[in-house]
């Protein structure tokens, strides 16, 4: 057992980090298995597909519902290879990363899915991986969400709490945007897609984090009606956050 909780198996060609009290017997019967989309579309469980650069499938596993998602890259480096990383050690591998971080950020109770499993398959050099989290319930991401229609001030005080609780816990989200901010029909906010998050000591990160998610309301707003995303939505999400930090100097002016 890990000190998150979760237990390393090993496989033929790399390895797996699980939960057994999610997975119950399933672990058992199905192996790597589990992370084949296959596998759970033959069980009629395979729900929905986000075929997205991180491709997704989400799976319903009786009253369980799990996100399933392979790690592909991006940018540049997505025209070497479409999802394979440079081998430097199971302690590198960004599935067990994520995995390890999502289950560390769960216990503390921040508003995280829960990790489900991990897996790795090494070939020489290189190595793909995978990923299942459960799903967060009733949620959709902030981006769907200001393309139906305004947010609350409420609701974006709401969002900027939320950001809030992850940064006073020191936790550094690479890549903090409108489409991994989740809202529910609750006033609920939860963050997703960690990897290459890490937890660190206090910084310039923050502001980093706040810029970019700026900059990615900017971009999906410019065809929405104006007050889907302005001025006034941003100082709303910042009196949240400051609130929710006390007032961190960091944040300011932004």
Same mark, same amino acid.
């Given at each position: ?13 790399? !390895? ?6 999610? &997975? ?7 192996? +790597?298995?589990?992370? +084949? ?11 929905? /597909? ?24 991006? =940018? ?5 290879? !479409?999802? %394979? ?12 990363? +994520?995995?390890? &971080? ?9 508003? /995280? ?19 299942? /989290? ?6 959709? $991401? ?10 609350? +001030? ?10 809030? %609780? ?7 989200? !690479? ?10 029909? %609750? ?11 890490? /937890? ?9 984090? &706040?810029? %970019? ?12 009606? $104006? ?18 930090? =006390? ?8």
């Amino acid at each position: 057992m890990t000190k998150d909780g979760g237990r390393r198996i090993a496989t033929a060609r790399g !390895a797996m980090l699980v939960d057994p009290a999610s &997975l119950g017997a399933l672990l058992d019967g199905a192996g +790597e298995a589990l992370f +084949e989309p296959q596998f759970w579309a033959s069980r009629g469980q395979l729900t929905a /597909v986000d075929a997205g650069r991180g491709a997704a499938w989400f799976i319903e596993s009786g009253p369980d519902r799990w996100v399933l998602r392979h790690y592909r890259r991006g =940018g540049f480096m997505a025209r070497l290879s !479409a999802d %394979r990383y440079l081998w430097a050690g199971e302690a590198r591998v960004r599935a067990f990363a +994520e995995y390890r &971080l999502l289950g560390h950020l769960a216990q503390g109770g921040l508003p /995280v899915p829960r990790p489900v499993a991990a897996r790795y398959r090494r070939d020489g050099l290189s190595y793909r991986c995978d990923l299942i /989290v459960e799903r967060i319930q009733d949620a959709r $991401p902030m981006s769907t969400v200001l393309a139906a229609g305004a947010l609350s +001030e409420a609701a974006w005080r709401a969002v900027g709490a939320g950001i809030a %609780r992850l940064h006073r816990s020191g936790v550094d989200h !690479a890549d903090l945007n409108a489409h991994n901010i989740l809202l529910d029909g %609750r006033g609920g906010v939860s963050v997703i897609d960690f990897d290459r998050g890490r /937890v660190r000591g206090r910084g310039a990160w923050t502001v980093r984090n &706040l810029a %970019r998610l700026r900059r990615s309301l900017t971009k999906i707003s410019r065809n929405l009606a $104006p007050d889907r995303f302005s001025p006034e939505a941003w100082k709303s999400l910042l009196a949240g956050y400051e609130s929710a930090r =006390g007032g961190d100097e960091s944040a300011r002016d932004r």
